[in-house]
């Protein structure tokens, strides 16, 4: 029994992306073509693997693969698979195939038959009921289908699954932690319990998905941009911390400093803060001295020393450069740490990215590399920021794309960790009533997108108010 428990783990993704590419090449190619005939064994293969043991059901459920009863995790290097095999899913309304263990004596042609009624079964006004009696007429007894539930039917959006829950609502949670401390530190000590289970959760999930958390910092339009900013720079540098591979707990004080960086702003009048224009000396005077601020209000939190102690540094450092200019001016230490380097980084990366008061006009994430790039080793730490830059990849996931084929699309992911200039792009489709809405998914990378065409490649990036959208929104499956 633990043996069969252990197999939709080891073969679960690798079926998956079977099955997948089976279902293409099927629907691209004549049956007699090689691609059709390897991707045929390829499945047939596995499948005798799956089934040697008895029958195997792969169901959809809230956007989840299950395989012989084991949800399938998420994995960045199948996330396409997955993304297009629930789509091709649920536009059929097919909640589960069941593969029996007579499946293992299939012959290709019947794989292959099996493949063409799947694929067209879309084409029918009950493409469940059409393929059930089209499997029995063609003798595909080796396999069942079961209709889609109704949690697994997309209607004009994607379905949520558990993951982009509870980024949404740890998100929004954060922020209000913040707000939360902000107001009250000043009238007294608060508590940090609220704020430490928040930032552990924002490490399992960055764990789990960095992606995705960094896909969230496109969120830019809140009632309060200062908590929203804050959130933002604690994922990101939370992110590039696991980048690096720190301990969770140095991710969790790193994401608590991130967190607390701007609580000194609370004491900054809000008519310098949104100021527009330049300020006066004294204006400026009362801005540089939030680090200070953020510092002793970190002091008063109710928490232990210990704790204090590790979350302290990286507020006070976060404008301060690599050649210690910048403020607070300090004469006490000649070098940054590793916390102040982080959520410097962080942090500029983040505002830059942001229309501003003083600057309205944003600039995109690949331009802020850039211009971020220009001053490494005077402003930012040279290695941190080459990871830093490794991490976001050559188009920064959350950019909105021109690909070469004309169309529009945002940079979702990198699976592959050693190759940053070709990633996972989610194409954004025009709904019909103006606005755009998710499509396919594609990965750059996979150089068999269609015989004889040029492997897709990205052209420039497009500044998401020029086309009205929000990028977070389509990270998180809001429309």
């Known amino acids: 029994m633990s043996e069969r428990q252990s197999i939709p783990e080891r073969l679960g993704h690798d079926f998956l992306r079977a099955l997948y590419h089976m279902l293409n090449t099927v629907r691209m190619y004549q049956d007699n073509n090689q691609l059709v005939r390897m991707s045929v064994r390829a499945f047939q293969d596995i499948?005798?693997?799956?089934?040697?043991?008895?029958?195997?059901?792969?169901?959809?459920?809230?956007?989840?693969?299950?395989?012989?009863?084991?949800?399938?995790?998420?994995?960045r290097d199948t996330a396409v698979v997955?993304?297009?095999?629930?789509?091709?899913?649920?536009?059929?309304?097919?909640?589960?195939?069941?593969?029996?263990?007579?499946?293992?004596?299939?012959?290709?042609?019947?794989?292959i038959t099996f493949t063409r009624l799947f694929n067209d079964a879309i084409r029918s006004d009950d493409?469940?009921?059409?393929?059930?009696?089209k499997l029995r007429e063609h003798n595909c007894s080796w396999v069942e289908v079961e209709p889609a539930m109704p949690d697994?039917?997309?209607?004009?959006?994607?379905?949520?699954?558990?993951?982009?829950?509870?980024?949404?609502?740890?998100?929004?949670?954060?922020?209000?932690?913040v707000k939360e401390v902000a107001n009250k530190v000043s009238q007294g000590m608060v508590g940090v319990r609220k704020s430490r289970r928040l930032a552990q959760n924002i490490v399992d999930m960055v764990q789990e998905d960095s992606?995705?958390?960094i896909g969230l910092t496109t969120l830019k339009e809140y009632d309060d941009y200062i908590y929203a900013h804050s959130v933002n720079v604690a994922l990101l540098a939370t992110c590039l911390g696991r980048h690096i591979e720190l301990s969770d707990t140095s991710l969790e004080h790193l994401t608590i400093c991130g967190l607390f960086h701007d609580l000194g702003k609370v004491d900054?009048?809000?008519e310098i803060l949104l100021k527009h224009g330049a300020l006066t000396d004294g204006e400026w005077d009362l801005l540089k001295a939030h680090p200070v601020m953020g510092v002793k209000k970190i002091l008063m939190l109710n928490a232990t020393?210990?704790?204090?102690?590790?979350?302290?540094?990286?507020?006070?450092?976060h404008h301060l450069n690599m050649d210690m200019s910048g403020y607070p001016r300090t004469l006490f230490t000649g070098h940054l740490s590793l916390m102040g380097k982080i959520i410097h980084i962080a942090d500029v990366y983040e505002a830059m990215t942001n229309e501003r008061v003083y600057r309205p006009k944003s600039f995109t994430p690949d331009e802020v590399l850039r211009k971020m790039w220009e001053e490494a080793g005077k402003r930012f730490d040279?290695?941190?920021?080459?990871?830093?830059?490794?991490m976001m990849g050559i188009y920064p996931i959350g950019s909105v794309v021109e690909l070469s084929d004309g169309t529009v699309g945002l940079v979702m992911d990198y699976p592959e960790e050693t190759e940053r200039s070709l990633p996972l792009v989610l194409l954004l489709e025009d709904d019909g009533k103006g606005a755009l809405q998710r499509g396919e998914m594609v990965y750059l990378a996979d150089r068999k997108i269609k015989e004889g065409s040029n492997r897709l490649n990205i052209v420039r990036v497009i500044p998401p108010d020029q086309l009205s959208i929000h990028p977070a929104e389509f990270f998180l499956h809001m429309k």
């Open 47 to 75: 499948l005798k693997d799956l089934t040697a043991g008895g029958d195997v059901g792969l169901l959809l459920y809230r956007s989840r693969f299950h395989l012989g009863g084991e949800k399938l995790r998420y994995r």
């Open 82 to 111: 997955v993304y297009n095999m629930v789509e091709f899913f649920s536009k059929r309304g097919i909640g589960s195939v069941n593969f029996l263990k007579s499946s293992g004596d299939a012959s290709p042609d019947n794989i």
């Open 127 to 133: 493409p469940h009921q059409w393929l059930e009696q």
């Open 152 to 177: 697994t039917t997309v209607e004009g959006e994607s379905l949520e699954d558990e993951r982009y829950e509870k980024a949404r609502k740890n998100y929004f949670l954060a922020i209000e932690a």
């Open 211 to 213: 992606a995705l958390m």
């Open 268 to 270: 900054v009048p809000k």
């Open 305 to 317: 020393p210990s704790l204090r102690s590790r979350i302290i540094l990286g507020p006070f450092e």
């Open 382 to 390: 040279t290695i941190l920021l080459k990871r830093f830059i490794h």
